[in-house]
């Protein structure tokens, strides 16, 4: 008799949310797919692969936002909603066997501590207990006892840049089928031991190019290779969510109790030991600070990269801090016109983009931008300057012009904020950031293409609602002690034993920690 292929439904909302902006993040932000259209986002389900041969895949919806602002309750309501109304529809027509839940694990809500465990119970209410769910998660979203109960399967990234995003889904849907199609005398829903680590740092002092998590995501491979073993994940966690779940934990699923259970705490005591090890990824300062050192540069430090970290879109800043480009423009190296070709990204600044387009590239123009939402470190800024180039059609942006002030600055705005990571980003509006002096970006860690454009970089611990000095901004509800809020534990260190979570299928009793 022919074994009938798997059905497997797809969902998942993922936003990586800062509680520290005021920012705030609309259904519309997550540009939901539903459907075919859900499906076609991941390349690995392509009719003709492997897994698409395997099993039988159903989009139900998926959304994907920038990194911003807490998701008002009405947009996750609204989404929630249709996610839930559209998986009723598959299982009313298949009799489902996984669904795999693609998240990020650091989307705040108003008004709910886990969104993505809120998310789950409603899936769970309509799929029943016995489907077998795998999540994909960031290395940055936080997993608490809750979700980890509920969950069958989990995995996140090894890599921060993220350059194994597409490799990490594509293994949470291995291993779904894998588990829904073991032979018989396999159990199909593994062991999990979840530890919780309390250590909460913020991505630019835990990247995996560099040491100690070069070598903590390292040695994922030597637990991977004990007996029963499926995956592995060790999540950073995410700093800018005030909640109790945010830190940092090591999940570990297998088929041998002792293994996951031992792998989880090997993992765990390694981040645990090199707490005070873990350091910024570039050499750091006030904004003053890297600016001198990139204006006094050589050529051979150039185009020299300085990160505004304080308002990186990408880990959930509101993008419209004015702050870093109000300071930029009153250096006197600026106003004296020697500071070489200098390229700013960006403020979002929809009416000056309008009122640039309309007078068209060449004219010179006096526009007011930023400052909009997240006007706490400064106000808007006024900027007089040329209309140097004008691009439509973004999907994040959606109309883009820079602006060439003070002959040698090139100020970059936006209608909606929007990142700067690839070289295009730059070169698609006429810049040329390798033949630039100093590139001011609004990113912490570089993203790989701009990593390696980079002469020389800096990371100006500048303001803003992804503040890298942690400390500055006031977590109130984090579990405590927590390092490095907290760096004397006493005679109290952490308990870093295995905590082995029931089965989905089984009730979740105990303590919450």
Same mark, same amino acid.
């Given at each position: 008799?022919?074994?009938r292929?798997?059905?497997?439904?797809?969902?998942?909302?993922?936003?990586?949310?800062s509680?520290?902006?005021?920012?705030?993040?609309?259904?519309?932000?997550?540009?939901?797919?539903?459907?075919?259209?859900?499906?076609?986002l $991941?390349?690995?389900?392509?009719?003709?692969?492997?897994?698409?041969?395997?099993?039988?895949?159903?989009? %139900?919806l998926?959304?994907? &936002?920038?990194?911003?602002?807490m998701?008002?309750?009405?947009? $996750?309501?609204?989404?929630?909603?249709?996610?839930?109304?559209?998986?009723?529809?598959?299982?009313?027509?298949?009799?489902?066997?996984? @669904?795999?839940?693609?998240?990020?694990?650091?989307?705040?809500?108003?008004?709910?501590?886990?969104?993505?465990?809120?998310?789950?119970?409603?899936?769970? %209410?309509?799929?029943g207990?016995?489907?077998?769910?795998?999540?994909?998660?960031?290395?940055?979203?936080?997993?608490?006892?809750?979700? !980890?109960?509920?969950?069958?399967?989990?995995?996140?990234?090894?890599?921060?840049?993220?350059?194994?995003?597409?490799?990490? =889904?594509?293994?949470?849907?291995?291993?779904?089928?894998?588990?829904?199609?073991?032979?018989r005398? #396999?159990?199909?829903?593994?062991? =999990?031991?979840w530890?919780?680590?309390? #250590?909460?740092?913020?991505?630019?002092?835990?990247?995996?190019?560099?040491?100690? &998590? +070069?070598?903590? $995501?390292?040695?994922?491979?030597?637990?991977?290779?004990?007996?029963?073993?499926?995956?592995?994940?060790?999540?950073?966690?995410?700093?800018?969510?005030? !909640?109790?779940?945010?830190?940092?934990?090591?999940?570990?699923?297998?088929?041998? +109790?002792?293994? #996951?259970?031992?792998?989880?705490?090997? *993992? %765990?005591?390694?981040?645990? /030991?090199?707490? %005070?090890?873990?350091?910024f990824? !570039?050499?750091?300062?006030? *904004?003053?600070?890297?600016?001198?050192?990139?204006?006094?540069?050589?050529?051979?430090?150039?185009?020299?990269?300085?990160?505004?970290?304080?308002?990186?879109?990408? &880990?959930?800043?509101s993008?419209?801090?004015?702050?870093?480009?109000?300071r @930029?423009?009153?250096?006197?190296?600026?106003?004296?016109?020697? &500071?070489?070709?200098?390229i700013?990204?960006?403020?979002?600044?929809?009416?000056?983009?309008?009122?640039?387009?309309?007078?068209?590239?060449?004219?010179?123009?006096?526009?007011?931008?930023? /400052?909009?939402?997240?006007?706490?470190?400064?106000?808007?800024?006024?900027?007089?300057?040329?209309?140097?180039?004008?691009?439509?059609?973004?999907?994040?942006?959606?109309?883009?012009? #820079? *602006?060439?002030?003070?002959?040698?600055?090139?100020?970059?705005?936006?209608?909606?904020? =929007?990142?700067?990571?690839?070289?295009?980003?730059?070169?698609?509006?006429?810049?040329?950031?390798?033949?630039?002096?100093?590139?001011?970006? =609004?990113?912490? $860690?570089?993203?790989?293409?701009?990593?390696?454009?980079?002469?020389?970089?800096?990371? !100006?611990?500048?303001?803003?609602?992804?503040?890298?000095? @942690?400390?500055?901004?006031?977590?109130?509800?984090?579990?405590?002690?927590?390092?490095?809020?907290?760096?004397?534990?006493?005679?109290?260190?952490?308990?870093?034993?295995?905590?082995?979570?029931?089965l989905?299928?089984?009730?979740?009793?105990?303590?919450?920690?």
């Amino acid at each position: 008799m022919t074994r009938r292929r798997p059905i497997i439904a797809v969902c998942g909302l993922a936003c990586e949310t800062s509680a520290f902006t005021p920012a705030r993040t609309s259904a519309a932000a997550f540009h939901p797919r539903r459907g075919r259209d859900a499906i076609a986002l $991941y390349r690995f389900l392509d009719a003709g692969t492997p897994l698409a041969i395997a099993a039988d895949w159903y989009g %139900a919806l998926i959304g994907r &936002a920038l990194p911003g602002g807490m998701v008002t309750r009405a947009a $996750y309501e609204e989404l929630a909603d249709e996610m839930v109304c559209l998986l009723e529809a598959i299982v009313a027509e298949h009799s489902l066997d996984g @669904l795999w839940f693609d998240i990020h694990g650091a989307m705040v809500v108003e008004g709910l501590d886990d969104a993505e465990l809120d998310l789950l119970q409603r899936i769970r %209410a309509v799929i029943g207990p016995n489907v077998l769910v795998s999540a994909s998660m960031d290395l940055h979203g936080n997993v608490s006892r809750e979700l !980890a109960h509920m969950l069958d399967l989990v995995t996140c990234f090894r890599m921060a840049p993220h350059e194994d995003e597409l490799a990490t =889904k594509q293994r949470a849907c291995e291993n779904l089928v894998k588990c829904i199609r073991a032979p018989r005398d #396999v159990p199909q829903r593994p062991f =999990k031991a979840w530890i919780p680590v309390p #250590v909460l740092l913020p991505g630019e002092q835990t990247s995996t190019r560099d040491e100690p &998590a +070069r070598s903590i $995501y390292g040695s994922i491979a030597d637990v991977e290779a004990l007996p029963g073993i499926l995956d592995v994940g060790v999540w950073v966690g995410y700093a800018w969510a005030d !909640a109790p779940r945010n830190r940092a934990a090591v999940l570990v699923t297998g088929w041998n +109790r002792a293994s #996951v259970a031992a792998g989880a705490e090997r *993992l %765990a005591r390694q981040f645990w /030991a090199a707490r %005070a090890d873990f350091h910024f990824v !570039a050499p750091t300062g006030s *904004l003053d600070e890297c600016l001198d050192a990139a204006f006094a540069a050589s050529s051979s430090e150039r185009p020299y990269f300085v990160s505004d970290s304080g308002d990186n879109p990408t &880990a959930g800043g509101s993008g419209d801090v004015t702050w870093g480009l109000t300071r @930029l423009l009153e250096r006197r190296e600026i106003i004296e016109r020697r &500071a070489g070709v200098i390229i700013y990204a960006s403020i979002p600044g929809p009416e000056a983009v309008r009122k640039a387009v309309a007078a068209g590239v060449g004219s010179t123009v006096t526009v007011t931008a930023g /400052a909009a939402v997240d006007d706490l470190h400064a106000g808007p800024i006024t900027l007089t300057g040329a209309v140097f180039s004008v691009k439509h059609g973004d999907q994040h942006a959606r109309t883009e012009v #820079v *602006l060439r002030v003070l002959e040698s600055v090139y100020v970059i705005l936006t209608e909606l904020r =929007k990142p700067y990571h690839y070289e295009r980003d730059f070169t698609d509006l006429g810049l040329q950031p390798r033949q630039a002096d100093v590139v001011l970006v =609004k990113i912490g $860690y570089l993203e790989p293409e701009l990593y390696d454009m980079a002469a020389a970089w800096m990371l !100006a611990l500048t303001p803003g609602g992804v503040d890298q000095d @942690l400390k500055r901004l006031g977590h109130t509800r984090i579990r405590r002690p927590m390092f490095p809020f907290d760096t004397d534990f006493g005679d109290k260190p952490p308990d870093l034993s295995a905590r082995l979570i029931p089965l989905s299928t089984e009730p979740l009793s105990g303590p919450d920690e």
